[in-house]
């Protein structure tokens, strides 16, 4: 094995997919996540922006008076097309991708990547667009085009208020997600199927909302998630990891002797406690070996889904170049995850072909 390879944990493949949180969270959960709600209920449910066209940006009006931009796509656009080039046809669904910030790979340098920089959205087109699915690209508090209003970075996002639990930055990247999808269903009306996707700390990120929405009586009809961040902090907190997960144990080295209030902090947003009220069909790629979202944890979310309708789709590396036949199995993926999306797609179906079923 390569020396660069990343970290196996001293585990074998079935013991990482097996990983769970089996601990109980804080006694206080429950009342903080139902503050939250509360406080996203009583904010407008309506973005603002032009949508003249197939493809437009909205600001949404999130927590404590911070704004986030989405990029609206419609199905009908093209790469290339701008606002008032012509409206495209009502969609058959609606898929939120909420973007944080980029995940560290493997080999690169940390310091390069660790500060979310203003910046377009990307000039691909969106995945779900052949289908007729509508596309809200939630770029997060302090990321990409919403890291210009009312958030300052010093040290880098993930340390942002870090042992503060009503003010970390991950609080108000859950509210921002919850909002845009409130903003989505008053656009869309009630019943328009809403899916959420995210990738690293995106998915992680959407696993929490996706508890809250379930919470607020309207959870997203499907969940595609790719190596979910946020989960299993004390097992983290233990082992050796890269990427935003690195930044926080150096965090807690850091500040040694209140490490231990810090991690009870960073407990209320273990996506795998937030995972147990998940009860939507859910499809999550993982990877039998990752240290930027160690592969442990990750699959310690999926586990702890509480729907019965779950996938897993495993590939053998994470936030690493594995070779040839795993870039297929990602391809592979990527090609999947949009038609689970899909409404008018029944996933037992979809998962049961095999070109897409996915291995464990």
């Known amino acids: 094995?390569?020396?660069?390879?990343?970290?196996?944990?001293?585990?074998?493949?079935?013991?990482?997919?097996?990983?769970?949180?089996?601990?109980?969270?804080?006694?206080?959960?429950?009342?903080?996540?139902?503050?939250?709600?509360?406080?996203?209920?009583?904010?407008?449910?309506?973005?603002?922006?032009t949508i003249d066209g197939p493809i437009g940006q909205v600001l949404i009006d999130s927590s404590r008076a911070v704004r986030v931009v989405a990029r609206l796509t419609m199905p009908g656009a093209r790469a290339g097309d701008r606002p008032g080039s012509g409206a495209g046809p009502r969609p058959r669904g609606v898929v939120i991708t909420v973007v944080g910030p980029p995940p560290i790979p493997h080999e690169a340098r940390e310091e390069a990547l660790l500060r979310a920089i203003p910046g377009a959205f990307p000039e691909a087109p969106e995945p779900w667009l052949p289908l007729g699915l509508a596309t809200l690209r939630l770029y997060v508090r302090g990321c990409g085009p919403s890291a210009t209003e009312n958030v300052d970075l010093p040290e880098g996002w993930i340390l942002d208020k870090l042992g503060v639990?009503?003010?970390?930055?991950?609080?108000?990247?859950?509210?921002?997600?919850?909002?845009?999808?409130?903003?989505?269903?008053?656009?869309?009306?009630?019943?328009?199927?809403?899916?959420?996707?995210?990738?690293?700390?995106?998915?992680?990120?959407?696993?929490?909302?996706?508890?809250?929405?379930?919470?607020?009586?309207d959870g997203p009809h499907r969940l595609a998630l790719a190596h979910p961040d946020l989960g299993a902090w004390r097992w983290r907190t233990d082992h050796y990891c890269r990427g935003l997960g690195g930044q926080v144990n150096e965090m807690l080295v850091a500040v040694r002797e209140e490490s231990a209030r810090f991690l009870e902090t960073m407990l209320f947003f273990d996506a795998a406690y937030h995972a147990r009220a998940v009860e939507c069909p859910t499809l999550c790629k993982l990877a039998a070996r990752d240290d930027v979202v160690p592969a442990p944890a990750a699959a310690a979310v999926f586990n702890a889904v509480r729907s019965g309708r779950k996938w897993p789709f495993v590939t053998s590396y994470g936030h690493f170049d594995g070779g040839l036949q795993d870039a297929r199995r990602h391809a592979l993926f990527q090609e999947l995850h949009p038609l689970f999306l899909d409404p008018d797609r029944e996933p037992e179906e979809l998962l049961a072909e095999p070109a897409g079923h996915p291995e464990m």
């Open 1 to 49: 094995m390569l020396l660069s390879s990343p970290e196996d944990y001293g585990l074998t493949e079935q013991q990482t997919l097996a990983q769970q949180v089996t601990d109980d969270p804080p006694p206080e959960f429950d009342s903080f996540w139902a503050l939250l709600r509360e406080e996203v209920a009583t904010l407008p449910s309506r973005w603002r922006g």
């Open 165 to 217: 639990a009503d003010s970390w930055i991950v609080r108000g990247a859950v509210a921002d997600v919850v909002q845009t999808y409130r903003c989505a269903r008053r656009h869309f009306g009630p019943d328009m199927p809403i899916g959420l996707h995210g990738d690293s700390l995106g998915a992680g990120l959407a696993v929490i909302a996706a508890a809250q929405l379930h919470a607020m009586g």
